[in-house]
């Protein structure tokens, strides 16, 4: 393990110790929770396949941090609406992804901070979003992230909760931005990581990186998002990580596919969810609802269900029509 020693470079937190319960103990609810207990918080760590009470982890929290997949948030929500919280209790939404039981024509798919804010329309609900490679975090390597929330004060507290020496915490008043960019990236990890499957290139690497942040920006930008949001640590910088490394869950279903091995054998092989393969098909069916331009996503969507093979993908967005790169 690297112990890397950056005192003096940020000030450890000085904030008042804290009683959080962490609902999901994969990868990244247990990293989350590492933090916190190194900052001298008490910490709850709660999984639906512990068979803890629930009840006894949420007792007195001042602080419930979601780290659940986007597939159980839903029924995490409703287990803990039907307990109850403390009226002071700030909700912490680590979740990376599109609910796919909820978007119509007529309206857009729901976020993870949603399903909780409508559970609890009286809480402030943070999102948490950056490039965060959980295993790197483990490792005691330096990290940034963001925590949004239109209530900043509530932002603030977390952003004083977890930052330390190695974990630089950074607010933000774009919640929508914020988690908009950590959830849509997956999309576009899928398809760098099969660009690098098929060996094509920096330069088509680069271009594929490039067009799919402006992608994620048309989508952010439609949903109501601010699109400086997306330059940022939650955006761009997200993406970056996540489109470069091994590491990541996402990357690895497109490097996968790209080999020429089956979406079930991929899957089958990670630690953890890949949400990017939920997200791709909410997000593709609501750009055909709004007719928004995802190329790289309908692509994505085609290659996840066999319909397409890695080869063809390219070639069909290398052959579309010829337009201006800003319109």
């Known amino acids: 393990?690297?112990?890397?020693?950056?005192?003096?470079?940020?000030?450890?937190?000085?904030?008042?110790?804290?009683?959080?319960?962490?609902?999901?103990?994969?990868?990244?609810?247990?990293?989350?929770a590492g933090l916190a207990a190194a900052n001298g918080h008490q910490v709850r760590l709660w999984s639906r396949h512990s068979g803890q009470p629930l009840a006894a982890t949420l007792d007195k929290a001042d602080i419930v941090l979601s780290a659940v997949s986007m597939t159980g948030v839903r029924s995490v929500v409703e287990q803990v609406r039907a307990i109850g919280v403390a009226?002071?209790?700030?909700?912490?939404?680590?979740?990376?992804?599109?609910?796919?039981?909820?978007?119509?024509?007529?309206?857009?798919?729901?976020?993870?901070?949603?399903?909780?804010?409508?559970?609890?329309?009286?809480?402030?609900?943070?999102?948490?979003?950056g490039p965060n490679l959980s295993k790197e975090i483990q490792q005691r390597l330096p990290a940034a992230t963001v925590v949004a929330c239109r209530q900043l004060a509530a932002a603030e507290l977390i952003q004083q909760t977890l930052s330390s020496p190695l974990f630089r915490v950074y607010t933000?008043?774009?919640?929508?931005?914020?988690?908009?960019?950590?959830?849509?990236?997956?999309?576009?990890?899928?398809?760098?990581?099969?660009?690098?499957?098929?060996?094509?290139g920096t330069n088509a690497k680069a271009a594929l990186v490039t067009r799919g942040l402006a992608e994620i920006i048309r989508v952010g930008t439609y949903w109501g998002a601010k699109p400086e949001t997306?330059?940022?640590?939650?955006?761009l910088g997200d993406l970056l990580a996540t489109c470069n490394s091994i590491l990541s869950r996402n990357y690895r279903v497109g490097y996968g596919l790209a080999q020429g091995q089956s979406l079930a054998a991929v899957l089958a092989e990670l630690e953890g969810t890949a949400e990017g393969v939920n997200t791709t098909q909410v997000?593709?069916?609501?750009?055909?609802?709004?007719?928004?331009?995802?190329?790289?996503?309908?692509?994505?969507?085609?290659?996840?269900?066999?319909?397409?093979?890695?080869?063809?993908?390219?070639?069909?967005?290398?052959?579309?029509?010829?337009?201006?790169?800003i319109h």
């Open 1 to 32: 393990m690297t112990d890397l020693d950056l005192t003096g470079a940020i000030s450890p937190a000085q904030a008042p110790a804290r009683t959080i319960a962490v609902v999901g103990s994969g990868a990244w609810g247990s990293t989350l």
């Open 87 to 129: 009226p002071s209790t700030i909700f912490l939404t680590a979740t990376k992804g599109l609910d796919p039981d909820s978007g119509t024509a007529d309206q857009l798919p729901l976020l993870p901070s949603q399903l909780w804010q409508a559970a609890f329309p009286n809480h402030p609900v943070v999102v948490l979003s």
């Open 172 to 200: 933000n008043e774009d919640g929508l931005g914020v988690e908009l960019g950590g959830a849509l990236k997956n999309v576009i990890a899928i398809a760098v990581g099969a660009c690098d499957g098929l060996h094509l």
């Open 230 to 235: 997306f330059y940022g640590l939650s955006g």
């Open 283 to 325: 997000l593709v069916k609501l750009a055909e609802q709004q007719g928004i331009s995802v190329p790289i996503s309908q692509q994505v969507a085609q290659l996840l269900k066999g319909q397409i093979t890695p080869q063809a993908a390219v070639s069909a967005l290398m052959l579309r029509d010829y337009k201006p790169e």
